[in-house]
């Protein structure tokens, strides 16, 4: 019966992944990342699955263009090595880092790069977004997360290093774009906390039922 199926929505702990001042170069020394390098920041399995070779390749081709990216991976390494192969010059792989980092993270870095394919819905782009991140993903993997592409976000269909390189090189050489996407980026990250998806969908409903 369809009056008895619903969607329920993720939450996100609002109190760690929000807006916040970070001092970056303090922030990014710690982790002996040059301050004034581009940061491209992934979190999640470093996994091939996950897109981690595509984002070498990429980190690999913008680096050779000649801008200055710092690519950073966090999150359980299983293929740290393979990303490293191809192009271990600024690539810096972190593991697993507390939820405070990561929120750092995603408010320092210029780009949260998520090229996962498989996704039903990544947790980790909504924390990015919450936290005035410019995601660019798969259409199919965290293009779900991304209202209007271009705007608040970029998806891509394609799986073609070149092409990621090149939309990000616009984005880098377009700062009015940039700071474009920055505001729509802001203007929709509003999420529900854990709290307020288990008081409006789980609580109410159980309460009706009982």
């Known amino acids: 019966c369809n009056s008895k199926v619903g969607f329920m929505k993720r939450g996100i702990d609002n109190s760690i992944f929000t807006v916040k001042k970070v001092d970056k170069n303090h922030f990014l020394k710690k982790f002996k990342i040059n301050p004034n390098h581009i940061i ?4 999640g399995r470093i996994h091939r699955l996950k897109g981690v070779i595509l984002l070498s390749k990429i980190n690999k081709l913008l680096n050779e263009k000649g801008f200055k990216v710092t690519t950073v991976m966090a999150g359980e390494n299983i293929h740290g090595e393979e990303c490293k192969k191809i192009y271990s010059k600024n690539l810096v792989i972190l593991n ?3 939820q405070k980092e990561i929120s ?3 408010n320092i870095c210029d780009f949260f790069v998520f090229p996962s394919l498989y996704e039903t819905g990544p947790q980790v782009v909504l924390e ?6 410019i995601c660019i993903v798969s259409n199919s993997g965290g293009g779900k997360r991304i209202k ?3 705007e608040d976000g970029l998806k891509l269909g394609s799986q073609s290093p070149d092409l990621w390189s090149k939309e990000i090189i616009k984005l880098l050489k377009s700062r009015k774009q940039f700071l474009f996407m920055k505001k729509k980026v802001l203007e929709s990250n ?3 906390s854990w709290e307020e998806v288990f008081n409006d969908i ?4 159980w309460k009706l039922i009982i």
């Open 148 to 150: 209007v592409n271009g």
């Open 40 to 43: 491209l920041f992934f979190c």
């Open 202 to 205: 789980f609580y109410k409903k």
């Open 128 to 133: 990015a977004r919450s936290c005035g991140a």
């Open 96 to 98: 697993y880092l507390d």
């Open 190 to 192: 509003k999420y529900l």
């Open 104 to 106: 750092k993270f995603y």
